[in-house]
């Protein structure tokens, strides 16, 4: 398996609700990411979690509340967001340091908030 | 931080005509890789360069780690249809912060007519 999942794969929500998007690898890697990408620029990174753990949290906003339940499995929780948080989010996960081998990436959820 | 500077911004050829785009920085890399990203999907790597002056090709593609380790290229040879896409550059942060922040370029977007 040399994919990452995300799910769903489109999400539309209301300011005031809570959602959770998920991510999901079994190739035994053990970083894990959560991007946001704007339509036509390049992907932002937002959290970095390396062996299970928060390592880099990009001073993003509260509202958006990443947790890694294991090796495998990424979340990221939504609540209170805001319409310009509308973006495609991309999980992504690398072997090791992402200098030596890049990152697989998933197909992204594509987030609408009204 | 690092900027990558990625050009052109967007690419309109005729079926069967060669590509070339550039990623050059005011920094030096480690690392350089090629990333294409289809409509509502997430970014593929295509290649990966980890030395300067490194040639490597996958398939149509060729791209080329630069001897002052400051820029790369990417080449598609004979372009046809699907490989309309976005098109970016992405190096290691220099911070050598592990499980690292991918810098991106701003990307290239390319359309190919039949």
């Known amino acids: 398996d040399t994919e990452v999942t995300q799910t769903p794969k489109h999400l539309v929500m209301g300011m005031t609700n809570k959602k959770s998007l998920k991510c999901e690898q079994h190739?035994?890697?053990?970083?894990m990411y959560w991007y946001k990408q704007k339509a036509k620029k390049p992907p932002e990174l937002m959290f970095v979690?390396?062996?299970?753990?928060?390592?880099i949290n990009e001073s993003v906003p509260s509202r958006f509340s990443p947790e890694c339940p294991n090796s495998s499995l990424l979340n990221l929780h939504l609540h209170a967001l805001q319409p310009e948080d509308s973006a495609l989010y991309l999980c992504?996960?690398?072997?090791?340091?992402?200098?030596?081998?890049?990152?697989?990436f998933g197909s992204g959820t594509r987030l609408t908030v009204v | 931080g690092q900027q990558l500077n990625q050009s052109p911004q967007s690419m309109f050829i005729q079926e069967g005509e060669d590509v070339s785009m550039n990623c050059t920085s005011s920094?030096?890399?480690?690392?350089w890789l090629w990333y294409k990203q289809d409509p509502g999907e997430g970014p593929v790597l295509l290649i990966a360069?980890?030395?300067?002056?490194e040639l490597t090709s996958n398939g149509r593609l060729t791209a080329q780690f630069g001897i002052t380790r400051k820029d790369s290229f990417l080449n598609i040879s004979a372009s046809i249809p699907s490989d309309v896409g976005i098109y970016f550059c992405?190096?290691?942060?220099?911070?050598?912060?592990?499980?690292?922040?991918?810098?991106f370029g701003q990307g290239t977007i390319l359309t190919v007519h039949p």
């Open positions: 992504a996960s690398s072997q090791g340091q992402a200098t030596n081998y890049g990152y697989t």
């Open positions: 190739m035994g890697h053990r970083a």
């Open positions: 979690y390396s062996y299970e753990k928060l390592s």
């Open positions: 920094s030096i890399f480690n690392t």
């Open positions: 992405a190096g290691p942060y220099a911070g050598g912060t592990s499980y690292g922040k991918l810098t």
């Open positions: 360069l980890y030395k300067a002056g």
